[in-house]
């Protein structure tokens, strides 16, 4: 059964966007992106009143993504365009065939938006991370907190972009505090409590203030917990085409599903079938090329 999916808590989204270079044939493409840009995506397909707060420049870039997010349904704060040139990140193929990414990166906002309008606050990526925006993405998060807004984070660890491990690590576990939900993939689970078990990492989190810790696993599914109780989902069986955006859209479907509920009266039903209406949508990105979230009609 899907998960009864609210139309009118309006969600804000706090992070970058950001252009991929990618060569095709000696041709390079352009494709907008970021996780949270992406989350935001994902959101408006979903049926969400979404709102993006970035840090965008009025160039060509800039009105590429903002093509995109708005005929998806997203509103991108005027404040938003505030920098000399939109991000970008361009990729080259290595000896071994594999991606790799160089970053013409910068992130800031001004001032803090006026919280009341909204329900909830999604914020996550390297711009969580990242100075000086990131001192007011803790602000704000703090802020929505303690109006009794929804918070999920999802760090979706770029190491390259970040500042040392230790100093990283402290800043995402001063934002739990102030989460409600917090996913994070195998790969940021090793990289910020290498060594540490998965059971033991969603400990952490609950410990930390999380109502709902998500670990996600790739074709292994994810791992949901509450202080309730755990669920381990699977995936569900795909062809996969492209996995870019795969977490991203298991986020937005999160928010999608969670935004309206009580988290702490969340029993294991309920959690598993939050688990399963996210690794569907999920899938649906991975089964084709790009970033291509699911619209809402495709998920039943």
Sequence with gaps: MTPSLVDSVPVLVVGEALVDLLPVDNVVQRMPGGSPANVALGLGRLGLPTTLLSHLADDDDGRLIQSRLEESGVCILPESFSAV??????????????????????????????????????????????????????????????????????????????????????????????????????????????????????????????????LTRGSEGSLLATARGRRAVSSPPVRVVDTVGAGDTYMAALIACCVDLDLPALDMTELERVGKFCAKASAVTVSRVGANLPWRDELG
């Design 85 to 214: 040139r939109t991000s970008t990140a361009t990729a080259r193929v290595d000896g071994q065939g594999d991606a790799v990414y160089e970053f013409d990166m910068a992130w800031d906002i001004g001032r803090v938006p006026e919280l009341g309008v909204y329900g909830a606050v999604h914020v996550g990526s390297f711009s969580a991370f990242v100075t000086p925006g990131a001192d007011r993405v803790l602000e704000l998060v703090t802020g929505a907190s303690g109006s009794g807004l929804q918070v999920s984070l999802d760090p979706n660890i770029r190491p390259q972009l970040l500042p040392p491990h230790p100093w990283t690590l402290a800043w995402f576990e001063t934002l739990i505090e102030h989460a409600d939900l917090v996913k994070l993939s195998d790969d940021d689970a090793a990289w910020l409590y290498p060594d540490v078990a998965p059971d033991a990492v969603l400990s952490r989190l609950l410990e930390l203030g999380a109502e709902v810790a998500v």
